[in-house]
Structures are given as C-alpha cells and as structure tokens.
C-alpha cells in the first residue's frame, strides 16, 4: 500500500468547482468514495499479484498535473489518425467540437460527450455510470472517477444499427508531464448493434500519463464490436480498463493493439452475466526499445452456456518486456461453458521479455476449456527456407514476423482500419530492419 500524496488531494480540491456535475448530489458521492478508496489503497506495487510484473514507481513518483490549457492542432495534423467518418476529437481530455467530424445518426442514437450527457441528462448517465468499473480495483480507477472530468457517452436505444464505426479519438499535445482523464460510458440496449474505435495518440513526444476507464453494458441481444488502438508517444504512459457487462445472448468483440508508450497497462474485465452471452477478445502488441506493455484480462462466466474466445500475440525486440495475465473464470451455475484462451509471444532479440500467465478457474463440472500459452523465437527452417528463395536475413524475418502478427490483424472486420493497422506494422518492421542493419 502506498500513502495518498498530498499533491493529488491538493490537485482536486483546486479542480473540483470545475469539474463536470460538481453540483449533482449522487456525482459528488461517487468521487467521495473514490477518494476514500485511494486514501486506503494507494496506488499498486509489485507486492500486489495483479502487478507484480509491472512496476508503477515511474509514474507514481512523478509530478503529473492537468495541462492548464487545450492547445488544439491544425486540422491536417489529424488526417494520420482519422479512421472514419463519425468522428469524436478529445485534447489533452477535453472534447474540441471544431476537430469534431460528424455524420448523420439513426434515430435512437446519441453520441456525445460525457460532460455534456452529464450537464444535460443526469438522469441518463446516472443508472450506469461507475456500474461496472468501481473505484475499489486499484488507486489508478480511483483516481479516474474522483478526477472524472471528460470523455464519450453513447446510447444506442432498442433495436437501432449503426452501420458506420464511431471512432473516439484522444490526443495528447505533448504538455510536459501532464495527466489526462479519460471517462467513457457506452450502453447498448436490447437488440441493438454498433462498432466503435476508441484510440489514443500523442501529437508530440513527451512524457505524460493518460488514466482511462470505459464502462461497457450490452442489454439482452446488443452486439459491439470495441476496437481499441493505442498509438501513444514513446515517452508515455497509460494506465487503462475496460469493463464490459453482457445480457443475455449479447455479443461484445474486442480488438486491442498496442504499438506505443513506454509504460502501458491494459485491464479488460467482462461479465458474462447470463444464458448465451457470448465475447471474443483479439489483442496484438508489437514492443521495442525499453517498452513494457501489460495486458491483464478477465472472463467471468457466472450463466451456462455462456461461450468466450481470447486470442493474444505479441512481438518483441530490443530490451522490451510484455505481459500477458488472462483469467478465465467459470462459476458454479456456469455449465456448458465454452471457453478458449490463448496467448503466443515471438521473441525477436534475446534482451526481449514476455510473461505469460494464462489461468482457468473451473468451479462447474460440465463445460468445454483450454488454455495455453507459448514463447519463442523464428523459425529457423522457415527463415533457411525463405533465404533460399532470394530474400536475404532482415526481409526474411520481417515477412515472418508480419505473417505472426497478421493473425490477429486479419480478425478486424472494419476494412479501412485493417488496412491502417496493416501500413502501421510495415512502417514498424522496416523501422526495426533498417536500426538492425550494420552502417
């Protein structure tokens, strides 16, 4: 346990007027609460289980302040990020309606930001917000919800489609040693469908953290597909969860890529809560240099037949580390469980590290689980055979190591996106080949 620095209490008390609600009764509670849970929890250290791979000392022990200012960027400065056409802009965790693209929405649909849901329909965000993701996991969820200030809220009403993505997008100016808040609600009612891409950039390299939660609640028969980008400068870190509920027959897909930051933590919790939900997770992290990537998973199947797919693949090279802690959770009235877990790390330098803690919790006693887990090099035979047919060392182990990664790329249903992600592997690859070749 670590002490609540005087410096984050000072923060809020200096913040707390501005912040969105702080005149509504049960909005107040909750940041109470949240600050009461931080006073006794502090933030995690590596005596923790949960993070005893990770080590928050650098962030804990940095000064970190909100950015006093939103210092917007040119709109062209934005054409690398922008992945569709329904587009939400954050900066520095401030929603910068003039960066907005906007398409036109179905009837039934609302997107907005979460400050504004908040100003104008209490009523709305009330019964969900802070449902799922509680403050009591760690003092970094904590924090969020005592300093919850912005982010995207979106409904879908009953029955409604949304064919296009909406894709949420939460920039970094590069403000020294700032910290961002980033709070996003999503609730999909019965029978409903959407995708959303929810990404995170940096539009210069300094060092900053970014503390996100976004609440997911899939109503009986809802379906999501969540894709989550993060493209973050090297110098920074990101400290971020994702709880999602499922209803009966809900179907949640989840695509979460890491490519950036030097210290990044990923908790993605789902709730299969009844009969037939159904969720996939699909993850791909691709390190270099000193970054550490955590990726840390949670199923929870507490209905029969309840089914779950989790996919992770991981690329590493120079002295970089990953993580990868997935745990599948089957409880007593969970029969006829479905569940897949698998996670496989290819290793590209030999100062490289993964850590692979795949886990199966059975407390039923007729269901279908596996799980497994692998960690290793390149093929050497694959590599001899391609240098055979003329491709010499270094385009040999990127078409390897692109065909590795691209398992995973090729799950993403959104075309456009893939094809981005595509290009960003390449450009990675070939940054990686050319610091590889002798000068």
């Not at 009523?123 to 917000?129: A, F, I, Q, T, Y």
């Not at 090279?317 to 698998?342: C, I, K, L, M, N």
């Not at 694959?382 to 040999?396: I, K, M, Q, V």
Request: hydrophobic share 40%; proline share 5%.
């Amino acid at each position: 346990m670590t002490a609540m620095p005087d410096t984050w209490l000072q923060d809020f008390r200096n913040i707390e007027p501005a912040l969105p609600g702080a005149d509504i009764p049960w909005l107040q509670a909750q940041r109470a609460t949240a600050l009461e849970v931080f006073r006794d929890k502090g933030f995690p250290t590596l005596r923790h289980e949960d993070w005893k791979y990770t080590d928050t000392r650098p962030i804990v022990q940095r000064r970190f302040r909100q950015a006093a200012a939103i210092s917007l960027p040119d709109t062209a400065a934005l054409r690398p990020y922008m992945l569709a056409d329904h587009q939400l802009v954050f900066v520095d965790g401030r929603f910068a309606p003039s960066l907005t693209a906007s398409a036109r929405l179905p009837s039934g649909i609302e997107v907005m930001s979460l400050a504004e849901a908040i100003g104008r329909f209490p009523d709305r965000v009330e019964p969900w917000l802070g449902r799922s993701a509680g403050p009591e996991r760690n003092g970094f969820g904590a924090l969020n919800a005592a300093f919850l200030r912005d982010g995207v809220f979106i409904r879908l009403a009953r029955g409604t489609e949304l064919e296009a993505p909406v894709h949420l997008l939460f920039l970094t100016s590069g403000a020294p040693d700032s910290v961002v808040y980033v709070r996003n609600l999503i609730v999909a009612e019965a029978g409903s469908r959407a995708s959303v891409i929810e990404s995170y950039a940096a539009l210069a390299d300094a060092i900053g953290l970014t503390n996100s939660v976004t609440e997911i609640v899939l109503e009986p028969g809802a379906q999501l597909e969540h894709y989550r980008l993060g493209r973050e400068a090297a110098a920074a870190y990101h400290v971020g969860s994702t709880d999602v509920h499922l209803a009966r027959d809900s179907r949640y897909t989840s695509h979460s890529i890491a490519l950036g930051g030097r210290i990044v933590r990923h908790e993605l919790y789902a709730s299969l809560d009844a009969e037939g939900a159904e969720c996939t997770l699909n993850g791909l992290y691709v390190t270099h240099g000193r970054q550490h990537v955590d990726n840390h998973t949670r199923i929870d199947h507490h209905k029969p037949h309840g089914t779950s797919r989790e996919w992770y693949k991981g690329v590493l090279d120079g002295q970089s580390r990953a993580v990868f802690s997935g745990r599948v959770v089957v409880h007593p009235q969970a029969q006829h469980t479905d569940a897949e877990q698998a996670n496989h790390n290819l290793l590209l330098s030999e100062n490289a590290e993964a850590d692979s803690r795949p886990q199966l919790e059975i407390y039923a006693d007729d269901v279908k689980c596996a799980h497994g887990a692998t960690v290793g090099n390149l093929d050497p035979d694959a590599l001899f055979y391609l240098r055979s047919r003329g491709l010499d060392d270094a385009h040999a182990r990127s078409l390897l190591v692109y065909a590795f990664a691209g398992d995973v790329l090729k799950r993403i249903r959104l075309a456009p996106l893939r094809a981005h992600l595509e290009q960003q592997l390449t450009e990675r690859l070939a940054l990686q080949r050319l610091q590889a070749e002798p000068v």
